[in-house]
């Protein structure tokens, strides 16, 4: 890989790279297998800075990344437990103050005709029809 592709790596993935990179260099056929040992750190490598990242400075095959990210248990304990803690329903209390609301309404029509209504503590009524029974609109 380019020092230019490599230069903005982290140290512990840029090490991980240098590892693959060797033991690509001393493998005896093409076809040899990955040993478990550098599978392991690139899985460790892919929970820390991500498949997409890790696969490409390592140069391995995404899905197959992806796979072994999946498969490995303490990927997938963590990976659950948030899910997990962020689909729990929590219940919060109102607050003393929402039923100690207090408001006054006042309500004149073009006869001089006044009528307010204070409320105190208790969820406000349908104001809309209540102006509409003071002015005589409801029909």
């Known amino acids: 890989m380019d020092t230019k592709k490599t230069r903005g790596l982290p140290a512990r993935l840029e090490g991980v790279r ?6 690509r260099q001393a493998r005896k056929s093409r076809s040899a297998r990955i040993p478990d040992p550098l599978w392991a750190a690139a899985v460790k490598m892919a929970g820390t800075y991500g498949i997409h990242r890790t696969a490409r400075a ?17 990927a ?7 899910r997990t803690a962020s689909a729990a329903f929590l219940e919060l209390p109102s607050p003393a103050w929402a039923g100690t609301c207090e408001c006054t309404l006042e309500l004149e029509d073009v006869g001089g005709s006044t ?5 105190k503590g208790i969820a406000p ?6 102006s509409r029974s003071f002015w005589g609109l409801d029909g």
């Open 76 to 82: 997938t304990a963590s990976s659950a437990s948030p």
């Open 18 to 23: 240098r590892r693959f990179q060797n033991w």
């Open 58 to 74: 390592l140069r391995l095959d995404y899905y197959s990344l992806k796979e072994r990210v999946e498969a490995t248990p303490a």
């Open 115 to 119: 009528m307010r209504v204070h409320l």
């Open 125 to 130: 009524p349908d104001l809309a029809a209540l």
